[in-house]
């Protein structure tokens, strides 16, 4: 994967999908799929423009699915050989539609664009598909205008995947992502509580600026040094313990390692129950042998 910063040249003849992709749905897949065909055709190299910073620090807009690594990840699994990226800021929310269209074909081999039918740009979104028309037809770029794609009857959309993240609807999330929702972060030592229960977890931190998972326990795979383990975790408090911190901690069955300082990746299946407060240790023990096992046939299905 290769990644170009917005106004940088480079030279290679690329393909290009535009669009905000601030999570990889099925709709954004459509638009890499057809970049990666188009630049096969063309024998050309696939790109994808998107944006690398926390959008939430501007007004009116709310923190995203997933973080530029994160998103870096999943395009990477669409087969995109280069992302091209920039800040989504004031100044970049200024640029007049023809300056960011020059912007990024005066610096770049820019053979075709693919869009989807709504695609907007530039200041007050006052470029749209019409204008990006007119302008490859003047600068022989060949645009592909892509349909939306529709689930239940409404465009598939980043606004209403966020939807399910706040409610922690991972199984409709997934029908709709090109992967199964994941994060990425770092293992950090904890409490170690879990251990002294039967139960050691992996206290995962990610980046801040992701729009939060809501709390509950779910079914989920970690991914790391090229191997895959089934587990559980805990997103949120720990109401039993008094400790009101939200956290993810993951308890990896079948393993005995040491991943303090590891990157992992943790990809979420299902959410089994609420993070709930139980009256003893003993009482949460029996609830987390009955979760193993529910978890652990959940995720036997999915195989």
Same mark, same amino acid.
């Given at each position: 994967?290769? %990644?170009?910063?917005?106004?940088?040249?480079?030279? #290679?003849?690329?393909?290009?999908?535009?669009?905000?992709?601030?999570?990889i749905? %099925?709709?954004?897949?459509?638009?890499?799929?057809?970049?990666?065909?188009?630049?096969?055709?063309?024998?050309?190299?696939?790109?994808? &423009?998107?944006?690398?910073?926390?959008?939430?620090?501007?007004?009116?807009?709310?923190? #995203?699915?997933?973080?530029?690594?994160?998103?870096?990840?999943?395009?990477?699994?669409?087969?995109?050989?280069?992302?091209?990226?920039?800040?989504? @800021?004031?100044?970049?929310? $200024?640029?007049?539609?023809?300056?960011?269209?020059?912007?990024?074909?005066?610096?770049?081999?820019?053979?075709?664009?693919?869009?989807?039918? @709504?695609?907007?740009?530039?200041?007050?979104?006052?470029?749209?598909?019409?204008f990006?028309?007119?302008?490859?037809?003047?600068?022989?770029?060949? %645009?592909?205008?892509?349909?939306?794609?529709?689930?239940?009857?409404?465009?598939? $959309?980043?606004?209403y995947?966020?939807? *399910?993240?706040?409610?922690?609807?991972?199984?409709?999330?997934?029908?709709?992502?090109?992967?199964? *929702? &994941?994060?990425?972060?770092?293992v950090?030592?904890? =409490?170690?509580?879990?251990?002294?229960?039967?139960?050691?977890?992996?206290?995962?931190?990610?980046?801040?600026?992701?729009?939060?998972?809501? @709390?509950?326990?779910?079914?989920?795979?970690?991914?790391?040094?090229?191997?895959? *383990?089934?587990?559980?975790?805990?997103?949120?408090?720990?109401?039993?313990?008094?400790?009101?911190?939200?956290?993810?901690?993951?308890?990896?069955?079948?393993?005995?390692?040491?991943?303090?300082?590891?990157?992992?990746?943790?990809?979420? *299946?299902? =959410?089994?129950?609420?993070?709930?407060?139980?009256?003893?240790?003993?009482?949460?023990?029996? #609830?987390?042998?009955?979760?193993e096992?529910n978890?652990?046939?959940?995720?036997?299905?999915?195989?």
């Amino acid at each position: 994967m290769n %990644l170009i910063k917005l106004g940088e040249k480079y030279n #290679q003849p690329i393909v290009i999908a535009l669009g905000f992709f601030d999570c990889i749905h %099925l709709g954004h897949k459509f638009l890499a799929d057809t970049a990666c065909a188009s630049a096969h055709m063309k024998n050309a190299e696939s790109a994808l &423009f998107t944006f690398s910073n926390d959008m939430s620090a501007l007004p009116d807009y709310e923190r #995203q699915i997933y973080d530029f690594k994160e998103r870096t990840e999943a395009i990477s699994n669409l087969g995109i050989e280069n992302i091209v990226y920039t800040a989504f @800021d004031r100044e970049f929310c $200024s640029i007049e539609p023809e300056k960011f269209l020059k912007l990024l074909t005066e610096n770049l081999n820019v053979c075709g664009i693919v869009v989807g039918q @709504d695609y907007t740009f530039g200041k007050n979104a006052a470029g749209d598909v019409e204008f990006l028309k007119h302008y490859c037809l003047r600068n022989n770029i060949d %645009l592909t205008v892509k349909p939306f794609l529709l689930e239940n009857g409404r465009k598939i $959309s980043t606004r209403y995947l966020k939807e *399910y993240v706040k409610a922690g609807d991972v199984v409709s999330m997934n029908r709709l992502l090109s992967e199964p *929702y &994941f994060m990425l972060g770092t293992v950090e030592h904890a =409490r170690h509580v879990g251990k002294k229960l039967g139960f050691p977890t992996a206290n995962i931190t990610v980046n801040e600026c992701r729009m939060p998972l809501s @709390d509950g326990i779910y079914a989920t795979r970690l991914h790391v040094d090229d191997e895959v *383990y089934d587990c559980m975790t805990n997103v949120g408090a720990k109401p039993t313990f008094d400790v009101s911190n939200a956290s993810i901690e993951t308890y990896i069955f079948d393993f005995d390692g040491n991943l303090y300082g590891k990157e992992v990746k943790l990809a979420f *299946y299902a =959410r089994t129950r609420e993070v709930t407060k139980f009256s003893s240790p003993n009482e949460l023990i029996n #609830q987390l042998k009955y979760d193993e096992n529910n978890i652990r046939n959940i995720l036997k299905t999915m195989e």
